[in-house]
């Protein structure tokens, strides 16, 4: 048992911190939230030479073959740095729906070209205001073309600027699980309608994507709602580890902050009412990035009985320790980290949007709940 | 990173299962589930003989190196036996303090012959440890110890006292922090001696907690003696050694203990289950998210020990006590709520939840208190200004 990233991990995760380091930083992050596209593009094109895009596709279609620990570890890094890229998007959900739900065919059309960074990608899982699988309204009808997809797909991350979509729908009079499945969609195909909303977080857009009669071919239905849930919870994975690295990026600027900003003749950080707060932050960090670690081995593994638990288990604790962490970092910088010129309001509003975006909290300890009830 | 055990271990898990169903038969069936947290004064006498069948068959101080008698068990299989050894219902541990605390100090600070004295009978369960830090006046100011050890020809003579001693009653022996130079700066004065129990200078007095029961004690040394050579560690060099057992107390030695959580945290569950609460929306939150903290609480320790492996330990491991201890509390007042107003019926069929309600006030304050814990954390983990 051991719970260490391999030398090759740490390296990996390393050069990863120093790219962000050199070109998402606050500065650059900001040029790109105001940016039409909300991506910083150049930076997400050498993201992909270092092979960002093709981290979890395997070689066979033109990726570099790596797992969910390697992902994973990128994904924390990203998170610290709110780096504006399309990689929550286009690998964690998109490129692993594909792994996960496609057939050979499917995964040979689109996952070179993910690899390569020539397709950027979506999956448009939620609508309304739940992601629960069962609530799909999304109707896939069958014609002797292959389906015609009709329906509001909402809160798709990076919907608007992907190239690629792939849409949650099910057959005509079917409820529950049954009838479930995922389309992969052209997003610049007649019906497709992107609406971007505002959102909260400046740093990861959202959109509506209205299907207005979708034409899709035969060949582009794939998997089930089994496949779904399992795609969602392994992204589960990947937004608690961006959670985990903003909570330690908001405890590292408090703790900077506390030891440098003096009032009454003493830095802020020597009373206890701040430095109690510090030290419960670090008890969230830590233990968060335990339960993350965990969950990135259950991703990266075979074992799909344990991974519904291991993906509650990290989104909602590192999801909340992030939240807490990000509040507390603004109010120990008191009055500055009430200004928009501090990131931590970027941090605070990262941490509230990753609460509900693949359902809340709630949700997880219910799912939960109903395990442990049942054992 | 590979969080898998290997056929060889799950070898070691049928070993130790089988030792523990085998053993756990004839005169030591009655001592299943017991001497748990606010249960550790109970069937000591029959608990003692379990710690020597224990070490007699090769079980006690797995961690500890062959060269020190234990069976230098990885981590792997640490956690295996632990794990065994929690769903057997096995009693509590009478030597978990030689074995957890003064053990690994000795082996850490020791003179050889103090190891060739001291650790045999820990692992053969023979001799029963006890600590003597806390003062009335040093508590979280442990330094502030007044307890005075002076040299009279070849001992050392103790006079002062000492409190919240557990297991006092029935020790062989105490580690006692004295000081040995009053005329030193508080933390410089300080020695770390071995003083047997019983002898006419040393005096034991139960205290009767908030529980009702007594796990702790008073222990009055008048003129107690123990042999010059039994300090640890330098002659007013002993606060580094008593910190050193303080991160034994606060860090991974406690994994037993979290894993016998589980079966408190199960227990909970089933009386929410018998009662209806476990169909309740927001207890279900708590109930889940209680889980959800133990299982990280587990994780956690497995990761910080991992890491310990390879000679990083660090942060990981100072925030453990805090998270335990607050998540035990807490569970303690989840237990209440779940039982309702059956909660208020003392001696009744939950006495159990009871005890555990009442007796985790304590685990917020023992070794080192929460406020403490905080700062340490504060100050050494994140290198803010006293």
Known sequence: ?375 | MDLRFTAEEEAFRVEARQWLATSLSGEFAALLGRGGPGDEHEVFEPRLAWERKMGRDGWTCLSWSREHGGRGASLAEQVIFLEEYVRARAPGRVGHIGEGLIGPTIALFGTDAQKKRFLPPIVRGDEMWCQGYSEPNAGSDLANVQTRAVRDRGDWVITGQKIWTSHAQWSDWCFVLCRTDASAPKHKGLSYLLVPMRQPGIEVRPIRQLTGTSEFNEVFFDGARTPADHVVGEVNGGWAVAMATLAFERGASTLGQQLSFENELREVLDAARENGSLRDPAMRQRLAQAWIELKIMRLHALRTLSLAQTGQLAREAMISKLYWSTWHRALGELAMDVLGADGAVARGAHERLQRLFLFSRADTIYAGSSEIQRNLIGERALGLPR
């Open chain 1, 1 to 375: 048992m051991n719970f260490a990233f391999t030398p090759e991990q740490a390296e990996l995760k390393r050069g990863a911190r120093r790219f962000l380091a050199s070109c998402c930083a606050s500065a650059q992050v900001r040029a790109a939230m105001e940016s039409a596209g909300g991506h910083d593009d150049a930076a997400w094109k050498s993201a992909c030479e270092l092979g960002w895009s093709a981290l979890v596709i395997p070689e066979t279609y033109g990726g570099a073959g790596l797992g969910w620990v390697e992902l994973v570890a990128i994904a924390e890094e990203t998170g610290r740095s709110l780096a504006c890229l399309p990689l929550f998007s286009t690998v964690c959900l998109a490129a692993s729906a594909l792994l996960d739900a496609g057939d050979d065919a499917q995964r040979t059309e689109h996952l070179p070209r993910i690899a390569s960074g020539e397709v950027q990608a979506a999956l448009a899982f939620a609508e309304e205001t739940t992601v629960d699988p069962v609530a799909i309204a999304t109707l896939a009808r069958d014609d002797a073309e292959g389906y015609v997809l009709s329906g509001t797909k909402r809160y798709v991350v990076d919907g608007a600027t992907a190239d690629l979509l792939v849409v949650t729908a099910r057959a005509p009079a079917t409820s529950g699980d049954d009838g479930v499945a995922l389309f992969v969609v052209d997003a610049r195909a007649p019906g497709v309608v992107r609406e971007p909303v505002p959102t909260l977080d400046p740093t990861r857009r959202l959109c509506t994507v209205e299907l207005r009669g979708v034409q899709v071919g035969r060949g582009s239905r794939m998997g089930d709602a089994r496949a779904l849930r399992r795609i969602l919870d392994r992204a589960a994975v990947a937004l608690a580890a961006e959670a985990l690295g903003g909570a330690e990026r908001c405890l590292e600027m408090a703790t900077d902050y506390a030891k440098t900003r003096v009032q009454f003749d003493r830095p802020i950080g020597s009373f206890q009412a701040i430095k109690h707060r510090l030290a419960d932050m670090l008890v969230s960090v830590e233990t968060a990035r335990s339960a993350v670690t965990w969950a990135a081995c259950v991703a990266a593994s075979d074992d799909v009985d344990e991974l519904p638990t291991a993906a509650a288990v990290a989104k909602s604790y590192a999801t909340e320790a992030f939240f807490r962490c990000a509040a507390e970092c603004v109010q120990i910088h008191g009055g500055i980290g009430f200004t928009w010129e501090h990131d931590a309001h970027l941090y605070l509003k990262r941490a509230r949007a990753s609460l509900s975006l693949l359902g809340s909290p709630a949700r997880d300890r219910e799912r939960i709940a109903h395990m442990v009830e049942a054992v």
